[in-house]
């Protein structure tokens, strides 16, 4: 009996020192470590690809390889499908392969189903707005849809494809996964770990949200409760604490909380700040919150469900109009943009002070005093 149960802590040893060992172990940057709190900074070149990959761009913190990775493109700018990643040690750019040639897009080497070249292993240029995330299971990027090459000097014009594809980063590889999902510009997507599952918004009018599944690569859509009307550009994050999704719609400044187990959907508290889902939105696990970035951005407490105005003391030059390309580090506890002007880290304080933010947004609000 007594050797059964040093066996079986030995055996219970060796597993839990496997896990361990699998768990990627990442040390901060002391460069994003010193940065002041509340305040962008330009941390970094931009990426190493022309400024049109930006154009309705994406990207993705991946938190198993510490690399912060850029996909999009698409516009008239920009024809380009690399991938562009920033390691988070070095804070230095690659291009992780070569885009496939422009020449190569004509009508008769256009894949529009599995959103590819025919001649390629590649998914081709879109606009990949907040169309992507991070698996951590699969230890993978993942892309969905998207709008497709054919903007301005771009040939030929493609619709939106209904394809879903992981990018491994240590492979330099795509791998197709799906080519029956839903087809869109500018939908939302985010992470559910609880069921190891990617939630899709489409950026159409009245949409269903549709679930991917990643123990079985298969779609399925739901009706929310009751429908609520979205459009391009759109933000999703999901909060494990409260089992919420919140989505951030478009130019309407609408704001939704989403049940994934029942999709009923209620709208927050967005008296003080309505976010913009031509920004980025991110999730900060410490304080179950969700960041949104546009201009001054703002706050979402989870608990509340309440929306504050957030006031940087600094913020970043250049565009402001950013859709997917806004990611945080769970490792170095900043958010992270890229734009034309360069990469750019803001940290956040530990914790949020909502009483004094309402009180700043209050006395923001009032009238100025008249001159005597």
Same mark, same amino acid.
């Given at each position: ?172 590889? $795509? ?131 309440? $929306? ?35 990469? $750019? ?28």
């Amino acid at each position: 009996m007594k050797m059964k149960i040093i066996l079986a802590a030995a055996v219970l040893a060796g597993l839990v020192a496997a896990a361990a060992a699998a768990e990627p172990v990442h040390q901060p940057n002391p460069k994003l470590a010193a940065l002041p709190v509340n305040t962008w900074v330009r941390v970094a070149d931009k990426q190493p690809a022309p400024d049109g990959i930006l154009a309705y761009a994406g990207g993705v913190l991946d938190s198993e390889h510490n690399v912060y990775l850029l996909f999009g493109g698409g516009h008239g700018d920009y024809w380009g499908n690399e991938v562009c990643a920033l390691d988070m040690k070095t804070l230095a750019w690659k291009r992780m392969y070569e885009p496939d040639a422009r020449e190569r897009y004509t009508n008769d080497n256009i894949d529009n189903v599995k959103g590819k070249l025919k001649d390629s292993d590649k998914p081709y240029t879109r606009h990949s707005y907040q169309m992507l995330t991070f698996v951590p299971t699969a230890k993978k990027m993942f892309v969905w849809s998207g709008c497709g090459p054919g903007w301005g000097k771009i040939a030929p014009t493609c619709p939106a494809p209904p394809d879903a594809w992981y990018y491994d980063y240590v492979a330099n590889k $795509w791998e197709l996964l799906a080519t029956d999902g839903p087809k869109t510009v500018g939908g939302g997507t985010c992470y559910d770990p609880k069921r190891d599952v990617v939630w899709a918004l489409p950026g159409t009018s009245w949409p269903k949200l549709w679930k991917f599944d990643i123990k079985t690569a298969k779609w399925s859509a739901h009706a929310m409760k009751p429908d609520s009307s979205a459009t391009c550009h759109l933000d999703l994050v999901y909060s494990p604490k409260r089992d919420l999704i919140a989505a951030a719609v478009g130019e309407q400044k609408k704001a939704y909380l989403i049940n994934p187990e029942t999709f009923a959907v209620e709208q927050p508290d967005t008296s003080l700040y309505k976010p913009h889902g031509g920004g980025g939105m991110v999730y900060l696990p410490d304080q179950d919150v969700a960041i949104n970035v546009f201009q001054a951005g703002g706050v979402l407490d989870f608990e509340t469900k309440k $929306w504050y105005p957030l006031v940087p003391e600094k913020t970043f030059e250049g565009k402001s109009w950013i859709y997917g390309n806004c990611n945080y580090s769970p490792v170095d506890k900043v958010i992270l943009i890229v734009n034309a002007k360069g990469t $750019w880290a803001y940290r956040p304080p530990e914790k949020f002070d909502f009483k004094a933010l309402a009180e700043k947004a209050a006395a923001a609000a009032q009238p100025p005093a008249p001159k005597k």
